[in-house]
């Protein structure tokens, strides 16, 4: 399956920001050895944003998120935010899979 992967990433520091972001790189690598394709929305958006100068930096992260997550064929969950519950709710009107560990994710 092609598994989106949400977690928080936003933070009051440049330091807890990277640590949300390894977070969720580490999450879409078990899901990776596991057979399955992870995408991580953050990781598209971010090198966008480098080169812009917009001035909501987190509505576009999140929204350039939910679009590549569009593809996805369900969701793993590894931690909240409000961004987290946007991403969900996309899923759940979808009705597809939202898994909060990777142990309930299927084997492949």
Known sequence: MIIGVAGPYSAPTEKQRQANLEALNIAAARLLERGHLPIVGVNAALPI???????HDYEVILSISIAIMQ???????IGDSPGVQKEKAVFTAKGLPVYYSLDEVPAV
């Open 49 to 55: 944003i480098t080169y812009t100068e917009v001035d």
């Open 71 to 77: 593809s996805c064929e369900a969701l793993l969950v």
